[in-house]
Structures are given as structure tokens and as C-alpha cells.
């Protein structure tokens, strides 16, 4: 990023659970922030909730506590974010979907830009080949609360430029957020390690061998799980892990990919996880 781009807005496309922690955790850094999503109930949505998140944020020392948060502004077209510093893009596990926005963004920003996709399983490079400019992608998986946990997984693909990296490294860094990166391939390697356990859980729920509280109080206090696998469904959102564990499905042929019908039952019921007030768990007292 070049000469005053701290003081540049990053922009990140996607007011949903991921696109808002992700804002939560540029602005606690102090940078401006500008959140675009073509649903307005959304936006509005994200603005009551940043603020929420920015208190808990501070109360769990995840960001500087005598610091003063950036500004938040938000857009419903991408065709406002001329002059932003980085886009993160992190709407919904879909290729078409992200390709088309990534797209788009491409046509406003610059070259010097770098565009951030935040993603739990598609390769880069598939994301990439429609882009004007390949060199200018990269991927991120920031993990659920993005706003508390300070590990990214960040995916170099094969036609990512070097100005790109060294770009998204010194935004990382200014986050006080930590990077491991990986090599380009479906899933990565949190989503090829973790959503298959999570699928195996909902089905061991599923074939009645357990109740989730049973499957998850055994991986914690057996295994050493911080939350139990169904409880981190719930938290990703099952709508999301269906989509990610068939990206991976689709990319791998392996079976244990799958969506269970268990997850996907759920997910046709509505019944998405704590964003929805209802997963494998209750939340609605949570929500209310």
C-alpha cells in the first residue's frame, strides 16, 4: 500500500456475520472503514452491531482500549470506493458470486490495490482467472469472531504479485493481526481439517448416538475442543459450512465432504445457527 494509505479507507464488501467482524476489527485498529452491501436492512443491521462488537472487542483486550475507533461509512454499490487503501471481499461461499463482485471492484480501484478475498475453501486461482489483473488477489480466512481471534490463514496463489503480499502483510500487521500462509488448493488447511469433523458431529447427532450437548461436551472435555464442534457450526452459521463442505465436495470427490442431511435439513428449516436463533442450540434469548 502506498504513501498514506493508513489513512485511506480499507473497504470490505459484505455487511453478513463475516464482512461485519472483519470491519469490526479494521476500525478497532483505528482505520476508516467503508461497508458495502447492496442490501440496505443489512447495513443497518452491521451499523448497530459494529459498535457492540467494538465494546466486547476492548473488554476482551483485542483491541487497543485507549484507542479511538476508525470511522465507519457505508455504500450499496461498489462504484463508491475509489480511493480505499484494500478491498476485502466477503460475501457468501459462492464462485459466481465472488467473481462478479471481485470483478467489478477490479474496474474502480487501482492497480496498486490489493483485493482481499476472505474465503473458508475456493482456490485463489479460480478466483483469479477472471481478473483483469491476477497479480492483484490474494485470500484471507479470517476465523469467527474475526474481531477477537488474531490468527489469519492467508492463501498465496499462484499468480499473486509480490506488491500484493507485502501489501496485505503490513495491513495485518497494522490490524495486530498474526498470518500463516498456505499454499492455493480447495479448503486450505483449517476448512480441509475442520468442516469434515463438523460434519462427521451433525451426523452422529443425526443417527441418534448422541445429543450435540453429549458430542459436544466430549470433544471439549476429552479432546480439548474449545467450544464443541456443534457449537462452532452454530457460530459459523450451517448455511455457510453446507456451502464450504460442497465446495470442497465438488472440488475433491471425497466423500467425507459431503453435507450430511442432518446439515442440510437445518439449513432448508432455516435453521442456520446463532445467527438465525436456532442451530443445534437455542439462541433466541441471545437475540432477543
Do not use: W
Not at 56 to 79: E, F, I, K, Q, Y
Not at 102 to 131: K, Y
Not at 198 to 218: F, K, M, Q, S, Y
Amino acid at each position: 500500500m502506498g504513501v498514506g494509505s493508513e489513512s485511506r479507507p480499507v473497504a470490505v464488501v459484505g455487511a453478513g456475520v463475516m464482512g461485519t467482524g472483519i470491519a469490526t476489527t479494521v476500525l478497532g485498529s483505528g482505520r476508516p472503514v467503508v461497508l458495502v452491501d447492496n442490501d440496505p436492512a443489512a447495513l443497518d443491521r452491521a451499523a448497530h452491531t459494529v459498535p457492540l462488537q467494538l465494546r466486547h472487542a476492548r473488554l476482551m483486550n483485542a483491541v487497543p482500549a485507549d484507542g479511538r475507533p476508525g470511522r465507519l461509512a457505508t455504500a450499496t454499490s461498489v462504484r463508491e470506493l475509489g480511493g480505499v487503501s484494500a478491498v476485502i471481499e466477503a460475501v457468501s461461499e459462492h464462485l459466481a458470486t465472488k467473481t462478479a463482485i471481485l470483478v467489478e471492484v477490479a474496474g474502480v480501484v487501482g492497480a496498486d490495490v490489493p483485493l482481499v478475498t476472505n474465503t473458508s475453501g475456493i482456490p485463489i486461482d479460480e478466483l483469479a482467472g477472471a481478473l483483469p489483473r491476477p497479480h492483484q488477489l490474494v485470500g484471507t480466512h479470517f476465523m469467527n469472531p474475526a474481531y477477537l481471534i488474531d490468527l489469519v490463514e492467508v492463501i498465496r496463489g499462484p499468480r499473486t504479485g509480490e506488491a500484493t503480499m507485502a501489501a496485505l502483510r503490513a495491513l495485518l500487521a497494522g490490524l495486530r493481526r498474526r498470518a500463516v500462509e498456505v499454499r492455493d488448493s480447495p479448503g486450505f488447511v483449517t476448512s480441509r481439517l475442520l468442516h469434515p469433523m463438523l460434519n462427521d458431529a451433525a451426523r452422529l447427532v443425526g443417527d441418534g448416538i448422541a445429543t450435540a450437548d453429549e458430542v459436544d461436551a466430549l470433544m471439549q472435555g476429552c479432546l480439548g475442543h474449545r467450544t464443541g464442534p456443534l457449537r462452532t457450526a452454530d457460530l459459523i452459521g450451517l448455511d455457510n459450512l453446507v456451502d464450504s463442505l460442497a465446495a470442497l465436495y465438488e472440488r475433491t470427490g471425497e466423500q467425507r465432504y459431503r453435507p450430511c442431511e442432518q446439515l442440510t435439513a437445518k439449513v432448508r428449516d432455516g435453521h442456520l445457527g446463532r445467527k438465525s436463533g436456532r442451530g443445534f442450540y437455542d439462541y433466541t434469548e441471545v437475540l432477543s
